[in-house]
């Protein structure tokens, strides 16, 4: 099993949450799961694999403490190693937004020699529109815990088996 990481930024506790379930569901230790906000970018080196996420906040921007955080990242020795990402949104207030911090976390490490995984057919989703898809495919798991949290652990479920068939594990 491949070593994981997962990196977090929330300021209202669901991505936190979010984080956690994931990492229940992957039988990732605690000491494993880190909080953006005071985490060394850095620390994602020692991992062979790296979940990152994010909600999205105003007009699509990323969570408060993520633009350190990322700067730091994209200067980190990504090459070689699974990214998958994972974010929180609201579909229904923001639907021209959803979920556009993962779309920016993609964009901002594209460059780093990581292989992004987990991308997820965005057909099942109501929203308008989101940079976070390209090709008819989010870049990661896109969660809606305002309007949507009755299909979060299925959406969850799916997503983690996906991860393993692309060699999270």
Avoid at 25 to 38: M, P, Q, T
Avoid at 101 to 125: M, N, P, Q, R, W
């Amino acid at each position: 099993m491949k070593t994981i990481g997962i990196f977090y930024g929330s300021s209202s506790g669901v991505t936190e949450n979010v984080a956690k379930r994931i990492a229940a569901k992957l039988g990732v230790a605690e000491a494993d799961i880190h909080d953006v906000a005071s985490a060394s970018a850095n620390e994602a080196e020692k991992y062979e694999a790296v979940l990152l996420g994010s909600s999205t906040w105003g007009a699509g921007d990323l969570q408060d403490d993520w633009y350190g955080f990322l700067d730091n990242l994209k200067s980190a020795d990504l090459s070689g190693k699974l990214v998958a990402l994972f974010g929180c949104g609201d579909s229904s207030s923001f639907s021209d937004t959803f979920c556009d911090a993962i779309g920016t976390i993609h964009k901002e490490l594209s460059a780093t020699g990581c292989k992004f995984i987990g991308a997820v057919d965005a057909g099942d989703y109501s929203y308008d529109d989101s940079t976070a898809v390209s090709n008819g495919k989010f870049a990661g798991l896109a969660l809606d815990e305002v309007n949507e949290d009755y299909k979060t652990d299925g959406r969850i479920d799916a997503w983690i088996a996906q991860l393993r068939t692309e060699g999270i594990e």
